[in-house]
């Protein structure tokens, strides 16, 4: 059996806001314009009553169901803590599962059926400010199925949720926030069929055409590194990469380009367009404390989650 001990444990910390449909005024804070704020708690409440049956997110196809109550905590006089546990999963493919005692193998329809896991979310109020954190174990996460079908809830009252992403200093303190491994440079083309009648049916798919592969610990790259590393919650642009590159001699010819990036023991191939989102992944794996059969122990990834989370709260103090 694998050691849950060596798989890889991350939070990810944002901000929600609720806002009019195509408007960006923030429904939680109070204003001239806004003078009865929306009580988060209550409309995490209703949310948390929708996904008691699982629903499926229809553009990312991300199933979410939440099956036991919230857990809601006064962790100090005046911030709350309220913690779900959902599962969620990929909806609309087929899956195998094999029993490992007997070899036997069963089969499920992704049309009817999902593979779920268990995820934590924790929340965070004070007065109108909150912070939500999401667990990430290994490769399992839950934000965007989280997000989506919350909007997709929000929909019907014209509003639309906003989380933003953050990232504290004081939380890397000792080790480098990531460490940048590999830039690939991609080149693409249009898949154009030779039918006509197929190019004015369907929406023109790009593949690649060529990868340039940059090793980003070459002395050549310094600057690439630095450029990087520099950047915090800004959103990189293939525009600004290409200055950077030409600097260093590198080529300005390519489409897109994706990062190798390492957080700790956590690996992520990107796109650059993601790159703000997951600089924000935290690292956690070597301050959980584990039980004798290697499972977390719900005490210390709580108390993680409240360090965290207070972490931007102080801040704001």
């Known amino acids: 059996m694998m050691d849950k001990r060596k798989v890889t ?41 929708y996904i008691k049956r699982s629903k499926i997110d229809e553009y990312t196809s991300r199933t979410i169901l939440l099956e036991q109550s919230k857990e809601e905590t006064d962790i100090m006089d005046s911030v709350k803590r309220i913690v779900v546990h959902p599962k969620a999963g990929k909806a609309n493919e087929d899956f195998t599962v094999v029993a490992h005692d007997t070899n036997a193998i069963t089969r499920f329809d992704g049309s009817k059926n999902s593979a779920i896991y268990s995820h934590s979310v924790f929340c ?12 990430r174990y290994g490769q399992s996460g839950c934000k965007t199925a989280f997000q989506n079908t919350f909007n997709t809830f929000l929909s019907s009252k014209g509003l639309v949720c906003h989380l933003d992403v953050l990232v504290s200093d004081g939380m890397f303190e000792g080790h480098e926030k990531y460490h940048p491994e590999k830039l ?20 023109k798919r790009k593949k690649i055409e060529q990868e340039v592969i940059i090793a980003l610990n070459a002395p050549k790259a310094v600057n690439i590194v630095e450029y990087l590393r520099n950047i915090t919650k800004k959103q990189p642009t293939i525009t600004e990469l290409k200055s950077v590159l030409i600097k260093d001699s590198f080529t300005d010819q ?15 191939k ?34 993680l989650a409240d ?11």
């Open 124 to 135: 965070y109020l004070k007065g109108e400010e909150n912070v939500f954190i999401f667990h």
């Open 9 to 49: 444990h991350s939070f990810t910390a944002y901000q929600c806001r609720i806002c009019p449909k195509y408007r960006t005024d923030n429904l939680l804070t109070k204003s001239e314009e806004n003078e009865d704020p929306i009580d988060l708690a209550e409309l995490l409440d209703q949310y948390f009553a």
């Open 307 to 317: 360090r965290y989370a207070l972490t931007f709260l102080e801040d704001k103090e």
């Open 270 to 303: 990107i796109s650059l367009s993601e790159f703000s989102g997951l600089i924000a992944e935290y690292d956690i794996t070597s301050d959980i404390e584990y039980a004798v059969d290697g499972s977390v122990k719900k005490e210390s990834l709580y108390a």
């Open 254 to 268: 390519f489409d897109d380009a994706k990062l190798t990036l390492k957080f700790g023991q956590v690996r992520r």
């Open 184 to 203: 690939s440079l991609i080149t693409t083309y249009e898949d154009i069929s030779s039918d006509l009648a197929d190019n004015i049916r369907k929406k």
